[in-house]
Every structure is written in structure tokens, then in C-alpha cells.
């Protein structure tokens, strides 16, 4: 994970700001980013298990997802996006991730998000455009940071919240790093596989599995990321061997693990997502 190369260097790209007090709903976690170098950022987003909202303060930050889906303004990414990436020069953006239990309440959409970019006016509507006025006027970081936790509480509290037997599932898929049996998970539950799976789906956005694998490849990238071999982080994080973590590294990420070891985007979760806020809880 470190190396001389710039792009590896977090501080180097960014000025990151983090929030100075509490403030933010549980699952919820924010940073500001801004470019240090002036240099043109291209970067693929890594998958990561949460629906992502960019905000853009400038008109700098392109998401494109490879296709026509081009966005830029405020931005939500859900879960497991394929050949999604950031460009732009200048960026002064705030991040907002939302694991998916607080998605499905504060955003409105579920299923709609599974690996889409999508903007937030679509989602919130007037609202929307409203809250990114009071953004843009903020005078300082905590001042951003405090109304962006403040719409997603309002939304919350407004919002339909999954239902408890989903967040049940999801704190487990969390807490066992992704690699909990979900016919072991559905037995908890006293339900069958099949509503679990029906249920999850309608509410999350994703199978129970995908969403295992997800949380499992997660936690499998940062340790690529922090210089363990592909062998070892196999053998650890639950998969059956080196090939089965390469498999599953190439439908997430598209790309190989030694790639994501080095993946630029994965070099700010040090400073911006410190480990306690990095698992998506509830």
C-alpha cells in the first residue's frame, strides 16, 4: 500500500476534511475532498458496500460509469458499480455513504440503485435542489457536513426504514466480514431462504449473497490494499482459494488483486474512512 508513486499517497492528491463533532445518523459517514495538485483525476471507484453520495461544488467531478450514464452535480452510486469513475480537475466535493439499511429510508430506492449513477434530484425531487443550495452557501466544512446530516436525518425520519429482520441480516453479514451461510442467516431469522432472499432484495438492492460477497470482497480489498498477498488474503477472508479471490475481484472491481492493491482510490481510507466508520453499519 505504500509506495513512492503520488497516486498512492492520499495527501499528496487531497485536502480531506472530516467532521470536527458528531452529528451524523448511525450509518452514515461523510468527508470533504478537494485537489491539491491541479492535475486532471481520473480514478476508478472501487465497489464498496454502500450507496455513495458526491456532491460537487464546483463543475468539475464527472461520474461515468462507461456507458451513457453520465453525471455530474449530486450524485448517488449504488452499491457494486461496474466501471464506475471519478474525472475532473479542481474537485471540491463532500462524499456521503449511507450503508444500505439507512439507503432504503433516506434515499427512497432500493433496487433502483444496484449499481447505477443516478442524480439525487431524481431520488429527493425539490428537496433535493434545496439542500444543495444550503450546501453551496455553507460557509465552512462542519457547516456542509451539518446540513448534509441533517437532510439525511430528516429523510430518515420520513423514509420507510427496512424491516428489522433485514437490518438483523445485514449487521450479521457485516460483523462476520461477509462470510456468514445465509441458510444459517434465514435460520436466525425463522425464515425460509426464500423470503430472506425476496425480502433483502426488494429492500437492499441486492441478493443476500451479493451482498455477502460484496461485504467479503470489501474487506478483502483493503487488505490487498495494505500489502497482504493475495494467498493469505484469501485464506483469511473466507474465500476457497487464490483463484476464487481472483474470480471475485474481477466481477467486483473489474480489474485483478494486484491492481486493487494499488488502486488509488483505496489510498484515502486511511484519512477519510477510519476503520470504525468503515463497516457500514446500521
Known sequence: MRTADPLRDAAALWDIALPSRPGCPAGVSMAGF????????????????AVTVFVDFGDALLIDDGSRARQRGTVVVGMAPAGVRGRGRDIDCLQIRLSPVVAHAALGASAELNG????????????????????????????RFAVAAAAVARRCRTGRPVDPEIAFAWDRMVASRGQIRIDRLASELGWSRKR???????????TPKQAAQLVRFDHAAHRLAGGHS?????????????????????AFAGVTPAAVAVAPWLAVDDVAWAAPERSPAR
Open 196 to 206: 430472506l432472499w425476496s425480502r433483502f432484495r426488494a429492500q437492499v438492492g441486492l
Open 230 to 250: 493475495a494467498a493469505v488474503v484469501a485464506a483469511e477472508s473466507g474465500y476457497a482459494d487464490q483463484s476464487h479471490l481472483h474470480r471475485e475481484v474481477m
Open 34 to 49: 478537494r485537489g491539491r495538485t491541479g492535475d486532471h483525476i481520473n480514478i476508478r471507484v472501487v465497489p464498496y458496500p
Open 116 to 143: 447505477t449513477v443516478t442524480a439525487l434530484d431524481d431520488l429527493w425531487g425539490a428537496d433535493a435542489a434545496r439542500v444543495r443550495e444550503q450546501l453551496h452557501a455553507a460557509r465552512d466544512w462542519d457547516e
